[in-house]
């Protein structure tokens, strides 16, 4: 990679413009210049297409103490009660406070002419607690951070700029990041004291996916290159209900679990339910038991999809309350009120990802992370529902509070920028080529249901394909970049699944069904030399 055609220096550089990193740039304008760097355009992250919404202890017969307990009961004994408890006692005055900022949530005004968030209910939850805006809570999120982050004079946005690395100076002290502007080929140095990873999700390493095709791993790629710890890449929460047979937008379509909160019920293809048989619970079950069943009665009757039957809810409360989701299925030629969606589950959500403490601290200093490409200890083996865009406010509130503390060095001297060129970029004749690959290989052995002999296949093929570096000055493409990202994902998911002889939560292996109490503990893996032969447990 040439040397850099501009540098930008800010107090703090934010990488990845969904809810944690907008959020921690709205916390930090008041206290330096902020730099959001977003690889599409500002509006482009995951956090948009977050249907159902945001868990927050708010009814009268709900509690933080009773959220915090749904969410430990979800998470196979691997969710940090600590951590759960911060977020659930910390969730209901920042939701008030999103909402203060211009966050336009779906209410309703009691007898006394009070106004209330309208709760939503889903899986796992045993309380009405989904602060939702209809069934486009994360779109409407994104649209008012964005408005509050625009409208302060020290924040800026760098839009159509992919992070390819992180730098660090002498000490090992995260300084920046290089990137590139991928509308003109320039590469750019971003400085800053502070730098938050708030970059997404992983799901683009599976084919049948939710995620936007953004969602490329490059956070926790960057971070592993830059020698962070990385936790429980195991656990991939699939989404139990994507609609089955139709493309949008480079992803599949969403179906949000508040669906069956509001009464819909899954049916195989003749008509029958069957959630009960697996979980008293039945459609409202947690997503990784949904999912595991789905699949079990798909191969069982040999059908491609299952049904999720929604005309028991009254025609008039779908179109209030999920008009998107109507309107997106009216428009591929599916009428809700009328007919069961076909659906099957799609990779959606990845529990682990950058390891960090109490304040989003990573293990390399000067570095932050939040949002989904970060590991926090609230998840544990499973992800409650609507429990992300909580964990992605309340991490990034504490992170931009701990910026605001430390006393890092400004800049970085040039002898310690870390050049793309020592990334390792595969041999293959295209990225297409080599995401197909690596895609096919993780939905046939690292998806739902994993055995031994298919994770150690996994491992070996996609050590083949991570082949040597490019040649001396040889400039890296986007779609490099990302196939390398993507491929790096694959490879800790795979190392992570095959540390665990057991099944937890998301992580299930048909040669290990049940539990193991010696594994009731978090994968981390750790990077002593440029090889995943050195990741440990610890």
Not at 340 to 355: D, F, M, T
Not at 385 to 395: I, K, P, R, T
Request: hydrophobic fraction near 40%; aromatic fraction near 6%; include cysteine.
């Amino acid at each position: 990679m040439p040397a850099p055609a501009r540098t930008v220096t800010s107090d703090y550089l934010v990488i990845g413009s969904g809810i944690a990193g907008l959020w921690f740039a709205h916390r930090l304008s008041d206290a330096g210049r902020v730099m959001v760097v977003t690889k599409k355009t500002d509006v482009e992250s995951a956090t948009n297409y977050a249907q159902g919404g945001i868990a927050a202890a708010f009814a009268p017969d709900d509690s933080p103490a009773r959220h915090c307990a749904d969410t430990l009961q979800a998470g196979a004994g691997l969710a940090r009660p600590e951590i759960v408890d911060i977020v659930t006692e910390a969730g209901p005055p920042l939701v008030r406070e999103l909402a203060r900022v211009g966050v336009a949530f779906s209410t309703f005004h009691d007898t006394q002419g009070r106004e209330h968030f309208e709760l939503g209910l889903e899986g796992g939850h045993h309380r009405r607690r989904i602060v939702h805006a209809a069934d486009h809570t994360g779109l409407e999120i994104e649209r008012g951070l964005i408005a509050a982050v625009r409208s302060r004079p020290q924040a800026s946005f760098s839009e159509d700029v992919l992070a390819l690395d992180l730098l660090l100076d002498t000490e090992g002290r995260c300084v920046g990041s290089l990137a590139l502007d991928t509308v003109t080929g320039e590469s750019v140095e971003f400085r800053a004291r502070v730098t938050l990873l708030a970059a997404g999700g992983i799901g683009q390493v599976y084919p049948q996916t939710t995620n936007p095709p953004i969602a490329t791993g490059d956070g926790i790629a960057m971070a592993w290159r830059a020698g962070a710890r990385i936790a429980n890449m195991e656990f991939i929460q699939f989404h139990p209900t994507s609609l089955y047979g139709h493309d949008v937008g480079g992803r599949a379509f969403l179906i949000s679990e508040a669906v069956r909160g509001e009464g819909a019920v899954l049916r195989t293809l003749d008509g029958r339910t069957f959630m009960e048989r697996y979980h008293p619970d039945a459609s409202l079950a947690p997503r990784d038991v949904v999912a595991r069943a789905i699949q079990s009665e798909m191969k069982r009757h040999g059908d491609a999809h299952v049904l999720l039957d929604a005309t028991v809810i009254a025609p008039e409360r779908i179109r209030q309350r999920f008009p998107t989701i109507y309107r997106q299925c009216f428009e591929l030629g599916i009428d809700m009120t009328r007919e069961p969606l076909p659906v099957v589950p799609a990779a959606h959500y990845v529990c682990g990802g950058i390891a960090v403490n109490t304040c989003g601290e990573t293990s390399v200093p000067g570095l932050l992370a939040a949002g989904e490409c970060a590991c926090t200890g609230l998840h544990g083996a499973n992800r409650l529902a609507s429990n992300s865009l909580l964990e992605a406010l309340v991490f990034a509130d504490r992170a931009a509070r701990k910026a605001r503390d430390l006393e890092l060095k400004t800049g970085a001297s040039q002898s310690a920028i870390r050049d793309v060129t020592g990334l390792r970029f595969p041999a293959v004749e295209s990225p297409a080529d080599l995401v197909d690959r690596i895609r096919l290989l993780m939905w046939q052995e690292g998806g739902i249901v994993r055995t031994d002999r298919g994770l150690a296949r996994a491992d070996k093929e996609l050590a083949a394909l991570d082949q040597g570096p490019p040649g001396p000055g040889q400039t890296a493409t986007p779609e490099e970049c990302e196939a390398h990202n993507l491929l790096t994902v694959a490879r800790l998911i795979v190392a992570s699944a095959r540390r665990r002889p057991e099944s937890r939560g998301l992580h299930y292996n048909e040669d290990h069904p049940n539990p193991d109490i010696r594994f009731a503990r978090d994968t981390v893996l750790s990077r002593k030399r440029r090889s995943l032969c050195s990741c440990i447990p610890q």
